[in-house]
């Protein structure tokens, strides 16, 4: 069997492009934006799923005009908790109750912002996967880990933390030092630590592993998104900053497939 490494496009998986929204946007700047992806893709279907991120007050009135439209609606985050007293959370039945059908998790700035570790983000994925919700779970190192050549070490290690066992879902690998930054690895680079990130999937979960998604994400932009769509184990894209101009986002779906 040829090395995962060298396959040029995973047979059989549908790309998905995905925004982030962050702490971005009114309700009706986000109501706006969805509507823009929403019309964009209508008119011009891409050879991509799409997923767009908005931040938890936006969620349902998003999944509810987007609810048919080809547009999935996720959270950014949820409580290890079904319910409970913790002030401020919000929980992954909530957020399947208000019409979110993804979740990511583990994202880096959580894990900087509120020291979520890999245990934390472990117990977040099944609470999400007892919802009913598919996590999209981030990985990535930091730039003094990529420097040290420590890179390939640490996302597999989160791998083995992060995911629970019967894992179903997605994987992100974002580079923290390539978010927000304009700076993105070589695409060798990225090839290289996609087939690692694959490579570990089968090793743990088998077929289901070979047919999970792995995005790219950090500064993927309308400019380099068609060149790291195109490398082996990319399957799509967790897009940030582009992902709140409605035609820098549908560029960046349109050069997936
Ligand atoms: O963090 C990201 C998506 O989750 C990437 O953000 P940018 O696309 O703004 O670099």
Redesign the pocket.
């Known amino acids: 069997m040829p090395s995962t490494k060298e396959r040029l496009v995973t047979p059989g998986i549908r790309p998905l492009i995905a925004g ?1 929204w962050k702490m971005h946007g009114t309700l009706r700047e986000a109501a706006a934006l969805a509507e823009a992806v929403r019309a964009g893709a209508a008119a011009s279907p891409p050879a991509a799923d799409l997923l767009v991120c908005p931040p938890f007050p936006h969620i349902h009135v998003l999944a509810v005009a987007l609810l048919g439209q080809g547009v999935a609606v996720g959270g950014q985050d949820c409580h290890a908790a079904a319910k409970g007293a913790h002030t401020g959370d919000v929980s992954a039945a909530m957020l399947r109750d208000i019409g979110a059908s993804h979740v990511i998790l583990g ?1 880096s700035e959580r894990r900087a912002d509120h020291g979520e570790a890999d245990a934390d983000v472990r117990a977040k994925v099944a609470a999400a996967l007892a919802a009913g919700l598919v996590p999209v779970v981030c990985v990535g190192e930091t730039e003094a880990q990529r420097l040290g050549g420590e890179a390939e070490a640490v996302v597999r290690r989160q791998l083995a933390e992060s995911l629970p066992d019967g894992f179903a879902g997605i994987i992100a690998y ?1 580079p923290v030092w ?3 930054t304009g700076r993105t690895p070589t695409e060798g680079d990225i090839a290289a630590i996609h087939g690692t990130i694959r490579d570990s999937l089968a090793a743990r979960f088998g077929a289901a592993g070979q047919g999970m998604r792995i995005l790219y ?4 932009k309308p400019g380099n998104a068609k060149a790291i769509l195109a490398l082996a184990n990319v399957d799509g894209g ?5 992902s709140l101009v409605a035609a820098d986002f549908l560029a960046i779906a349109a050069s997936a497939g």
Do not use: F, R, Y
């Not at 994400?217 to 993927?220: A, D, E």
């Open positions: 982030n994202h974002e390539a978010i927000g994400g950090g500064s993927m967790l897009v940030g900053g582009a």
